[in-house]
């Protein structure tokens, strides 16, 4: 019954908007990097694109994340319900889900690292990478803003 509303292979509704938000993401980034390289500070250039990329990996294995666990739910209903039964956690369940949670929090620490060597090798302005994450913020505005002036037909 409920495999009738999801399948994994097809699109969840919204999906549109995830892929607008990716494009904004590293767009804003490149915007800002073209911006500061007018000014002539490369420097603040590889920082604001660099941490636009970050902010972009971030949001991509959020999404996986989520996914996932979507996905492991629906599994297990769908299992459930075949046998007759009621949705129940069991064992199983619980272990796949302390997974993907220690998986999506593992991703900030991923994130810190990779501004740590950002800094530490590239040499840029710490302030320009965390501006850089910004972008994915500007990008689910703006992504938000779109689909609130402009609904899907």
């Known amino acids: ?43 603040w250039a590889k920082g604001l694109f660099s941490g636009a990329v970050l902010g972009w990996v971030n949001f991509r294995w959020l999404q996986g994340g989520i996914r996932g666990i979507f996905e492991t739910a629906l599994s297990q209903a769908n299992a459930s319900l075949e046998r007759g039964e009621t949705p129940a956690s069991g064992a199983n369940s619980v272990t796949s889900g302390m997974i993907r949670a220690f998986g ?7 994130v810190a690292l990779g501004v740590y060597v950002i800094f530490i090798y590239l040499h840029v302005p710490l302030v320009s990478i965390g501006l850089g994450l910004c972008a994915l913020v500007a990008a689910i505005i703006t992504a938000s803003v779109w689909e609130a002036l402009r609904p899907p037909a």
């Open 104 to 110: 999506m929090l593992f991703r900030y620490a991923l």
């Open 1 to 43: 019954m409920i495999s009738r509303f999801f399948k994994s292979d097809s699109t969840i509704p919204g999906e549109h908007v995830v892929r607008r938000i990716q494009w904004l993401t590293v767009g804003f980034g490149l915007t800002s990097a073209a911006a500061a390289i007018a000014l002539h500070r490369f420097d």
